[in-house]
């Protein structure tokens, strides 16, 4: 069954550091998303892209975050300059039609110390 | 705007007994509603949703979830549990317009004791 790839699983960064987190979305997908878990607390979305743009971002999304889709396969999450705050799980997923249904893959472990 | 209560933060069942995980949403639209399940560090896994159609879903692992539209309810339901079971379930909402995102409630922890 195609799967949502992210990379890498966990990553550990000193804080005010750069991240990028990695997604391969489903091949045949056209809506891609970043959600984000903190610890304990429930699964929050950050923002949707689609035709190459952000379609939709929450108030959690600010100038710090930065989406793209350098080439056809991946999708990167940016984080420019990290808090602590921004330690959580973090979530791609994708979408044939941007509704109905979404993949998601098994994410990445933010760590900012 | 769209939301999600599950009522109960953790249920603890004992294998083999039934289990029900409660959910209600709120939206001022039509609905499309999911339920996902998360094993210790894992990603996110869809057992089921409802799009249309029946009320009554069926989905992976003998799970099976109701949509009750008078009670905004669409609670999920497995008559005889696993240990195997024990992991955090969440239910989500989003509505019918393309590329809307998904609402989480915040998640049921359900612990399956031998």
């Known amino acids: 069954e195609p799967e949502v790839t992210q990379t890498p699983s966990h990553q550990v960064t000193q804080m005010g550091q750069e991240v990028i987190l990695r997604c391969v979305p489903i091949?045949?997908?056209?809506?891609f998303y970043w959600y984000r878990q903190i610890l304990g607390q429930k699964v929050e979305f950050l923002v949707s892209f689609y035709n190459n743009e952000i379609s939709e971002k929450s108030e959690i999304f600010d100038d710090q975050f930065s989406v793209e889709r350098p080439d056809g396969s991946n999708f990167t999450l940016k984080i420019r300059s990290t808090k602590l705050e921004d330690s959580a799980m973090y979530f791609c997923a994708s979408s044939e039609r941007g509704r109905g249904g979404y993949t998601f893959g098994s994410g990445t472990r933010l760590t900012v110390v | 705007a769209q939301s999600v209560t599950q009522l109960d933060s953790q249920v603890p069942v004992f294998e083999e007994a039934p289990v029900e995980l409660r959910c209600n949403y709120s939206s001022s639209v039509s609905v499309y509603l999911f339920w996902y399940v998360q094993y210790p560090n894992q990603g996110l896994q869809l057992l089921l949703k409802?799009?249309?159609?029946?009320?009554l879903v069926k989905g992976i692992n003998g799970f099976e979830a109701e949509f009750n539209k008078s009670q905004t309810s669409f609670h999920l339901r497995k008559p005889s549990v696993h240990i195997s079971d024990t992991a955090e379930y969440f239910c989500?909402?989003?509505?019918?317009?393309?590329?809307?995102?998904?609402?989480f409630g915040k998640g049921t922890r359900l612990s399956v004791i031998a």
């Open positions: 091949s045949n997908h056209l809506y």
């Open positions: 989500a909402v989003s509505s019918p317009s393309r590329n809307t995102p998904l609402v």
């Open positions: 409802y799009l249309s159609g029946s009320t």
